[in-house]
């Protein structure tokens, strides 16, 4: 496998669903790969020892359910020809094709990235900082990139931009900060140095990376916290007869004040821009609510 043949694999990975069903496994175990190998550390991983940290990674950056499945991605990416388990022929089978838990824990079965990628990857740091982006850009919302990076244990010298994935309107923001008024859909925030605007930002509520388009109908003017807090599913919408209601997550925890303030926005009105127009449409409010939205969300008082 050729540098270029890495990177066509790599892309093809980056197809969502038409439903627009969120499948991070598979590029969250690559950069799990990346990160280890960035690190210097064995090509092959026993399953058992990648478990967790993988399992932890669903949990922060898939989509929000109940059980992860590990064993997807390690039995599943094989396919794309960008992991090897090389006793694969020896482990049992579930109905559902992927490797048996138990046999792969009990054998000690390992698993990582083909000799050929491994070693491609090893001679060009700048081949594995772009794949990682290329991975970053198709599956997560920009905001969310530095703590993944951070979660797999990736340093990123080289930021390589991919032309195609991050195609953004550049009146996007300048329209959903209008829209809104300039100022925060949940708290009002509107702070500027000087004439400047800080920290105020244009979100999405369905990924671009999803497929969610650049325009205001998508948007919602956000401060810096509430718009990450909206990308990691600490809050929703709900829609009400006419616009939204904001639901707050239950799994948000703190102790300082700053906790009481953020909740106290459940049940509160989204803020509504300013021409009907924009108001957002109910189905990327719905593809949020399933697809990143951390459920239950707290009762209502
Ligand atoms: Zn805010």
């Not at 550390?41 to 940290?53: K, M």
């Not at 004439?195 to 671009?208: P, Q, S, T, V, Y």
């Not at 906790?259 to 108001?279: I, K, M, N, Q, S």
């Amino acid at each position: 496998m050729d540098r270029r043949d890495f990177l066509r694999r790599i892309r093809k990975l980056n197809v969502w669903s038409a439903r627009g069903e969120r499948a991070p496994h598979k590029p969250l175990l690559l950069l799990l790969a990346l990160g280890r190998l960035q690190r210097g550390e064995r090509r092959l991983v026993p399953f058992e020892e990648i478990e967790g940290p993988l399992t932890v990674l669903l949990r922060r950056f898939g989509r929000p359910r109940k059980v992860q499945h590990p064993v997807y991605p390690f039995t599943f990416l094989c396919k794309d020809g960008l992991w090897e388990v090389p006793a694969a022929d020896r482990v049992p089978r579930t109905a559902a094709g992927s490797f048996a838990k138990k046999p792969l824990i009990r054998d000690a079965v390992e698993g990582g990235l083909p000799e050929t990628v491994h070693r491609l990857l090893l001679g060009d740091a700048e081949l594995l900082a772009n794949a990682a982006q290329l991975l970053l850009q198709a599956h997560f919302p920009e905001s969310l990139h530095d703590d993944i990076r951070d979660a797999v244990g990736l340093r990123s010298e080289w930021l390589v931009r991919d032309a195609q994935a991050s195609a953004r309107d550049p009146n996007f923001r300048s329209a959903v900060l209008r829209a809104y008024e300039r100022r925060c859909a949940v708290c009002d925030y509107d702070i500027r140095l000087g004439d400047e605007l800080l920290g105020l930002e244009a979100a999405h509520i369905k990924w671009h990376a999803a497929g969610g388009p650049d325009r205001v109908d998508n948007g919602l003017a956000l401060c810096g916290f509430h718009h990450k807090a909206l990308d990691r599913g600490a809050w929703g919408l709900e829609p009400l007869r006419q616009g939204f209601r904001i639901v707050v997550s239950s799994e948000v925890h703190g102790q300082s004040p700053a906790l009481d303030w953020l909740r106290d926005f459940h049940g509160e009105r989204l803020r509504r821009p300013l021409l009907a127009h924009d108001v957002p449409l109910a189905e990327h409010v719905r593809w949020h609510r399933r697809q990143v939205f951390r459920p239950p969300a707290l009762a209502t008082g």
